[in-house]
């Protein structure tokens, strides 16, 4: 396929993840974004920014280089393009991105707190918490690039936590939202179905058992395992 053919195919792969967002509940209004990068040219495409999400066109969509130099598109990108491409730059295996204000994962977020991990429908998705990052600093905030500082400030919560973008696909940024990733911006979005769902459990568990504990550590591995990493057997071979 020709460079035009491929972008044209990363554009729509883009819009339909975007479309997928208020299709599952994870959207209000047009808060929220996803991204699809093609890692081999350095480009991705993400959502324009404030469009209605009805109003959404395959052909609307930005495409950006990891340089921040916008490469094609009538309409100015997503507010937080800056965000997407710092975490492209630090998680090498990541193809796609997405950023909602989901109810659930949304007010863990404001609250300070990660979503706990109390059962496997969590383990089938994080190999651990959804961690929360510190919060930001006037200077991060009102320095000019505070979106790329939103980035910096996920960057920092894994590597201080040594923790794998592809074990844990989801981070809370503090008084803020989630972000979520995958391989794919299918799989990005996907994921912030499940970090909406698993917020949403932990939060009615915490009502039911206050001091609930988390999950056992053989029952997160087993769990986990079944659906990732080279002993995975969960769903069809293809």
């Known amino acids: ?11 729509r792969e883009a819009y339909e993840a975007n479309l997928l967002l208020p299709k599952h509940g994870v959207i209000n209004l047009t808060f929220g974004n996803a991204s699809a990068l093609d890692r081999a ?10 469009v ?11 495409l950006v280089d990891l340089d ?21 730059l630090a998680f090498m295996a990541v193809g796609g991105i997405a950023h909602t204000h989901s ?3 949304t007010a863990f977020a404001q609250a300070g707190r990660p979503v706990p991990i109390f059962g496997t429908t969590h383990a089938d998705y994080f190999y651990g918490e959804i961690p929360v990052t510190r ?41 803020h939202a989630p972000f979520t990733w995958g391989a794919t911006v ?27 504990k ?12 079944r659906k990732h990493g080279p002993g995975a057997y969960y769903g069809q071979k293809s």
């Open 103 to 105: 109810s659930h994962a």
């Open 135 to 175: 919060k930001m600093t006037l200077k991060e905030i009102a320095g000019g690039a505070y979106e790329w500082a939103t980035g910096n400030v996920i960057v920092e919560r894994f590597l201080k936590g040594k923790l794998d973008p592809l074990e844990c696909p989801a981070v809370l940024v503090n008084r």
């Open 1 to 11: 396929p020709s460079w035009t053919d491929m972008l044209t195919e990363l554009k």
């Open 214 to 225: 988390a999950i056992e550590p053989a029952l997160l591995a087993k769990h986990f395992q």
């Open 41 to 50: 040219k350095g480009i991705f495409a993400i959502k324009p920014s404030g």
């Open 186 to 212: 299918a799989q990005a979005v996907e994921v912030a179905v499940a970090a909406e769902c698993c917020a949403h459990l932990a939060l009615m568990s915490l009502q039911l058992v206050p001091k609930l």
């Open 52 to 62: 209605d999400y009805a109003a959404l066109k395959p052909a609307d969509m930005v």
């Open 68 to 88: 921040g130099k916008k490469v094609e598109g009538k309409l100015k990108p997503s507010s937080d393009t800056p965000t997407h491409r710092r975490l492209y």
